[in-house]
């Protein structure tokens, strides 16, 4: 186990993310077939496994990435760039149709059941949103779990995200929540 470039907490592992590639497509495959994910991003009315094969060829407003845990593949984490959203695709769904210029919004899964619940998701999304906030001059960055999901809520709330409205995305309600640039006047 390394210890290295982790400084907020010098005892937890490295988290980290790269692109996700071709090759990476059947570990994802895998996930999201286990329980853990399926029920919460495959369900009925969700896009299916295989539109992957579309998000790492590259659309023009999702970003899949792949997360590390130390070098080990452990999930899955995306952001969309929600005004690349609305203006490239031809049937905008969802809860984030009409965002304007720097609005993001980001999802993932943690693939891996044994790494559920150690706070590897925390450190992630904080990591994943401040690089959206810092380098890719995100004004602000979005997620839209279900209210039932308490854990991702839980989640997160600890990686600095705050509840600002309720939503319906044409299957279900979500709860949103939003993480702000401190330089925004948005
Ligand atoms: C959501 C997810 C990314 C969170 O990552 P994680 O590493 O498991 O979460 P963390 O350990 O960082 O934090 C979870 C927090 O929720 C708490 N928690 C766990 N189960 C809970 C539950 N059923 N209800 C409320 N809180 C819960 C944990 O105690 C922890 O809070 P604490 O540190 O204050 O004790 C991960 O669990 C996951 O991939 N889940 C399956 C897919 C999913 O739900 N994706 C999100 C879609 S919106």
């Not at 690349?84 to 695709?89: L, M, Q, T």
């Not at 899964?109 to 994943?128: A, C, D, M, R």
Request: proline fraction near 8%.
């Amino acid at each position: 186990m390394k210890y290295n470039n982790n400084y907020e907490n010098p005892i937890m592992p490295d988290i980290h993310f790269r692109p996700m590639e071709e090759g990476d497509i059947p570990v994802y495959l895998d996930w999201a077939k286990r329980d853990h994910v399926k029920t919460v991003w495959f369900i009925d009315g969700y896009e299916p496994p295989d539109y992957i094969h579309t998000k790492v060829e590259g659309n023009g407003y999702d970003f899949p990435f792949i997360l590390l845990l130390d070098d080990q593949p452990i999930g899955y984490i995306v952001y969309c760039d929600l005004y690349a959203y609305k203006n490239i695709c031809k049937e905008p769904s969802g809860v984030f149709t009409d965002e304007p210029p720097g609005s993001y919004c980001i999802d993932l899964f943690i693939g891996e059941e044994s790494h559920l619940n150690k706070g590897y998701g925390t450190q992630l999304v904080k990591k994943f949103s401040d690089m959206l906030l810092t380098q890719k001059q995100a004004k602000r960055v979005l997620i839209d779990p279900s209210p039932e999901n308490t854990r991702a809520i839980r989640c997160y709330e600890k990686a600095g995200f705050k509840p600002i409205r309720k939503g319906h995305n044409g299957r279900e309600e979500v709860i949103i929540l939003e993480k702000r640039s401190t330089t925004c006047s948005m």
